[in-house]
């Protein structure tokens, strides 16, 4: 089992509706969870972080923690074909701060 | 300009060299990653330090070694014994705790 995973995709999804990102993990000792954006060629930049149980929201976007499932997600609200990119599901854990990542969902959204 | 300083960005190597890339970060972040991404996957963790003198092998070390003497740097060396080395590679940075980690520009190494 995969220490983090996540769907490959592509997901597709028209402009202007809400795009929705599944990670799960397998440590149930994860601490933290973020969510990074990489575009083609470029380095993963953040979008959100979350270590409590519940939901997290910035400005279009959503986390949502659940440690009991070992699942978190990321929703895009009113996606733009801007956001097109792989979103990469990360989780910190343990006591040297392991930041593993998942294999990123492709996310394309088109007009 | 505080952040990480990733060189070279491109760098080509010939079969059975090893080299060096360079990872500086100057945000005083006590955990220092590095990564490698081939196209189309996710980053896979090759090292990782929490303090200086101190690091931890992540998923796939073998074929690869860092050093970390300064808390400024934590250069990579891919060696010989690495049969694969072309790739992405990603060094990032953060604190301890809840905090996020912050990303080089990546050197892409090609074996020619």
């Known amino acids: 089992q995969k220490e983090v995973e996540q769907n490959s995709g592509p997901l597709s999804v028209p402009e202007g509706a809400i795009a929705s990102l599944n990670c799960t993990y397998s440590?149930?000792?994860?601490?933290?969870f973020f969510w990074y954006r990489q575009y083609s060629g470029k380095s993963p930049e953040l979008i959100m972080f979350?270590?409590?149980?519940g939901d997290k929201e910035d400005g279009r976007f959503t986390a949502q923690l659940n440690k009991a499932s070992q699942y978190v997600s990321l929703l895009i609200r009113d996606s733009q074909p801007s956001d097109s990119a792989t979103y990469l599901c990360?989780?910190?854990?343990?006591?040297?701060?392991?930041?593993?990542f998942g294999a990123g969902t492709r996310l394309a959204v088109h007009p | 300009d505080g952040g990480i300083t990733q060189s070279p960005k491109y760098l080509f190597r010939k079969e059975g060299q090893n080299v060096t890339l360079s990872c500086e970060q100057n945000?005083?972040?006590?955990?220092m990653y590095w990564y490698r991404q081939d196209p189309g996957q996710g980053l896979r963790l090759i090292y990782y330090?929490?303090?200086?003198?101190?690091?931890q092998k992540g998923d796939i070390a073998e074929g690869y070694s860092v050093s970390r003497e300064k808390k400024e740097s934590f250069p990579l060396t891919v060696t010989s014994a690495q049969k694969n080395p072309t790739a992405f590679y990603l060094c990032?940075?953060?604190?301890?705790?809840?905090?996020?980690?912050?990303f080089g520009q990546g050197t892409r190494l090609t074996v020619v």
């Open positions: 990032a940075s953060s604190n301890q705790g809840h905090t996020e980690a912050f």
């Open positions: 945000l005083n972040h006590d955990a």
């Open positions: 990360a989780v910190k854990s343990g006591g040297y701060n392991k930041l593993i």
């Open positions: 330090s929490q303090i200086v003198n101190d690091f």
């Open positions: 979350i270590y409590s149980n």
């Open positions: 440590d149930r000792g994860s601490q933290s």
